[in-house]
């Protein structure tokens, strides 16, 4: 026998959690129902920010995504800001701190307080979610879904597909959303890859002799005529399969997306990122009798400081003025632009986002409608958008999540 419901949402993440508890609060004389493929709920959420869940960023604007226009995106965030996201935790019980960095995370460092918030915040909305329920396919008929599974089928009037994009694929956000999509009408972008991921580099690269070692440094992206594209300052960690930390993670994407079209496209790091490789020069002319490994040593762990110059070939005994113009200029240029031969990155099952998905120009944003497929709405990663690490890809969950559940049952 097929179920009916007014509404069905599939995914019951960040963004389709939000929407049902919005659906429910706003519509509560409809039936709605959230399904999702997972044995447990909340994988994401409860991984998220090493298991503190870092819910949201103190300073949110459109310029921290990429993907879609950065004016489409900021239409969405508008709607349900950061102001609206801490008093809407609040009001579920999870009082949020802001860390120096301006990420807010829940005061009791756990993730699990968020989950459990949400969920309870769920039930309260006369909202049932059913798992594990993994939908296989959906189809319009007549005005109305027919949300296919193993488990047996439901129609609805509206359906919101909160699925997700293909990050931590275990976690069940395996990417079949887009298919179902694209089997009502959708486009999906050209592109789909991971972002925020660490970055490999082969295996006999000293970087990866380094491993443990964590550092301020920036990461540049050149295209192969020369044009800076992107630049990110910030933590960086060595790993034995190369780079990682929020400047590798902030840049992957850049990167990724720039190799498509330009293979050639280079990216450097600068190991001291408050110097130019001018000013670098400058210091190692100034060295008199002190060592250049000395001298760094001074300004970033000792490890680092030998590795760099074994690469620039200087032995550790070579005074300062003892370097020739060339070995000045080769260091320079190792300590503030090494080239990195990035190898590939770690893939979907270490990325925390995915870049592409449903371009927002197909979507309504003052109801995140489907512009293709009446009834329909959209809503978290499963849309064209990806944020920088620090809470903004969860404010984009919350934001579309929200518009998308007060929206619903108006279908
Ligand atoms: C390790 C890690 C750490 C992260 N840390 C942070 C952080 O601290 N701050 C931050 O802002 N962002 C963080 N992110 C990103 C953030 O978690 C995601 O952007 C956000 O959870 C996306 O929410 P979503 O609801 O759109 O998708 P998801 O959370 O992926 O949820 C989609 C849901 O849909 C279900 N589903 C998928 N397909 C089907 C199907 N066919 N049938 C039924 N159900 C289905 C899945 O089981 C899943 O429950 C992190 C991500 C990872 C992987």
Known sequence: MTEQAEVVIVGAGAAGLMAGIWAGRTFPHDSIVILDGARKLGAKILVAGGGRCNVTHD?????AYAGSSRNAIKKVLRRFDVPQTTAFFRELGVTLKREETGKLFPTTDSAQTVLDALLRAVREAGVMIQ???????IRKEN?????????????????????????????GSDGQGYEMARSLGHQITRRIFPALVPLTLPKDHFICQLSGLTLPATIELYSSSGKKIAAFTDSTLCTHFGLS???????????????????????TINWLPEMTTEQCEAELLALGRMSPARYLSQRMPERLARA?????????????????????KTL????????????????????????????????????????????????????????????????????????????????
């Open 308 to 328: 760099l110059c074994e690469q620039a070939r200087i032995d550790s005994g070579t005074h300062g003025d003892q370097l020739t113009r060339e070995q000045r």
């Open 245 to 267: 930390g929020p400047s590798i993670l902030d840049f992957s994407r850049y990167y990724i997306d720039a190799k498509f079209d330009d293979p050639n496209a280079i990216a």
């Open 131 to 137: 798992y594990p329920r993994r939908v296989q396919s």
């Open 143 to 171: 005005d109305r879904f027919r949300v296919v599974g193993e488990w047996g089928e439901i129609e609805a009037k509206s359906f919101v597909l909160a699925t997700g994009g293909r990050s931590l694929p275990k976690s």
């Open 332 to 411: 320079a240029r190792t300590i503030t632009r090494l080239e990195l031969p990035i190898s590939g990155n770690r893939g979907f099952t270490y990325a925390e986002v995915t870049a592409g998905g449903i371009p927002l120009s197909e979507i309504r944003l003052e109801t995140m409608e489907s512009r293709v497929c009446p009834g329909l709405y959209l809503c978290g990663e499963i849309c064209d958008v990806d944020g920088r690490i620090g809470g903004y890809n969860f404010q984009w969950a919350w934001s579309s999540g929200y518009i998308a559940g007060v929206s619903v049952g108006r279908a």
């Open 59 to 63: 300073e949110v604007d459109a310029n």
